[in-house]
Each structure stands twice: as C-alpha cells, then as structure tokens.
C-alpha cells in the first residue's frame, strides 16, 4: 500500500529537483525504505541519484543508480538506470567504462523506449567523439537521426537536430568535406529548429572554417553564432575567435 503522504513528498520534491536540488534532497532525506512499497522506493533512489547527478557529485550518483539496479533489477527502467551510471563515467573522462554501461544499456532497451533508447545513443556517441572514433560516432548519431525522423516531443526534435549538426562535424573530422557542408546546409533549412543548436551548428561550421584559414567566413558564422545564443560563456568563447579572424583579415588589408 502506498504511503500517500510519503509519495506527496517525492512528488513535490520532484518538481523543484532541478532548480533547487538542495531543497529536493533536503525534504527526500528522512525518508526511509520501510516506508515506501518497491517501486517508490525505486523513484526515491533515483531521483536521488538523478539529483547528486546534476550537482556533478558523480561518484555519489553513481553509487545510487546502483542502488536502484539492485531495488528493481527487473524494472523497466533498468536500461535507463545503466545508461545514467555510464553518463556518470563520461563525466569522470572514465571512457571505457562509460561505453561498456552504455552498451549495457542498449543490450536492455526496449525499441518502444524512444526516449532512453535516444539518450543511450547520444552518449554513446559523444563518448566515442571524445576517444577519436569519429566512424563509431556517426554510426550513432545516424541512429538518433533515424529514431527521431518523425519527432513527437520537443526532446526529440532537438535530439534530430544535434545529432544532424554532429554528423556534419563527423564528416569533418572523417575527412569528407562534401558530406559534412551536406549535413551543415540540412541543418540550416531545418524549419523552427531550436536556436541554441543553431547556434552551435554555425560556430562548429566556423571552427571547421578557420582550420583552413578561411577567415573572413569563419568570421561571419562566429558573427551568426553569437546572435542567435544568448548563453553569454559561449560568446566569449567566439568573440576570441572572432579577434583570431580580424587579426588575419587586417594583416592582409581586408575590410570586414
């Protein structure tokens, strides 16, 4: 029998876990196991887990996602808890660990599962990014593609839209410049796609440009990029680009 005024609690801190997680994990912390049936006792422990997560306390996350497996091992949320402990071990640069949680995650996935079966595919792209295996990334980031075609939720439409923008910079790093302006120009006439991976998508097209010392278009994506985000970090970063790319344009007398 559920413990309504217990399962009022989870509730209520499972709203506010992502804007105020001391808060969450303040009013979750005296709640006992013996108090919970399995499967509350299963969603108090992962959203611990999912709230040291977001705090970047990866060990203590790690530990209960863990702890999760062990409550509900035959849950259907067992895909999702290993693919969490494998974003952990990403986070941690612990690379290999990081793939083999997420193929563990993948080997339980259930197809009708588009959300979790989505996130196993990001990162285990963005882990293979990250070790060099530009051919592995792709291959991922193409089953984001296909899975998420005809998106049904917001998630998943810029789920499609990262993984195209990432494609394009796979081709890059692979060599195929042709491919990669491919998968630039699709993302681009992309109707309504979300502006910050728009964003992204320009500033990943400028670094690709400024590579080959194309100035003065690296330039003007550094521009497109910073008008469409407003994450002040990332301007930052681009308006140093941008000075790399005035510098060169004025060595050589070229107004901009």
């Keep these: 029998m559920k413990n309504i005024a217990l399962v009022d609690i989870l509730e209520k801190a499972g709203a ?3 804007d105020n997680p ?3 994990l303040k009013m979750i912390s005296g709640i006992k196991a013996k108090e919970l049936n399995p499967e509350d006792f299963y969603k108090l422990t992962m959203m611990k887990a999912d709230i040291f997560y977001h705090r970047n306390k990866f060990n203590q996350a790690i530990r209960y996602y863990k702890k999760a497996l062990v409550i509900l091992v035959q849950n259907r949320n067992e895909a999702e808890c290993y693919c969490h402990i494998g974003g952990c071990y990403y986070e941690k640069s612990q690379y ?3 793939l083999s949680y997420y193929k563990k995650a993948l080997s339980l996935a259930e197809k009708k599962d588009r959300k979790t079966l989505g996130e196993i595919y990001h990162g285990l792209a963005v882990t293979y990014i990250d070790i060099g295996k530009y051919d592995e990334a ?4 193409m089953k984001i593609i296909d899975l998420y ?3 049904e939720t917001e998630f998943e439409k810029q789920q499609f839209e990262n993984a195209i923008s990432s494609v394009a910079s796979c081709y890059w790093k692979l060599g195929n410049e042709e491919k990669s302006e491919e998968y630039f120009q699709e993302v681009i006439s992309i109707p309504n796609i979300t502006p910050w991976i ?5 500033a990943h097209k400028a670094h690709r440009l400024l590579e080959n010392s194309q100035w003065s278009e690296a330039l003007q994506c550094y ?3 910073i008008s469409l985000t407003d994450c002040e970090e990332n301007k930052k970063s681009w308006r140093k680009y941008i000075k790399i790319c005035e510098k060169q344009l004025s060595h050589k007398g070229v107004t901009y």
């Design 96 to 98: 290999s660990l990081a």
């Design 138 to 141: 792709l291959e991922y980031y």
């Design 149 to 151: 075609r005809n998106y």
């Design 16 to 18: 506010i876990m992502y």
């Design 198 to 202: 728009l964003a992204i998508t320009y």
């Design 223 to 225: 521009k497109k990029a």
């Design 22 to 24: 001391e808060e969450a």
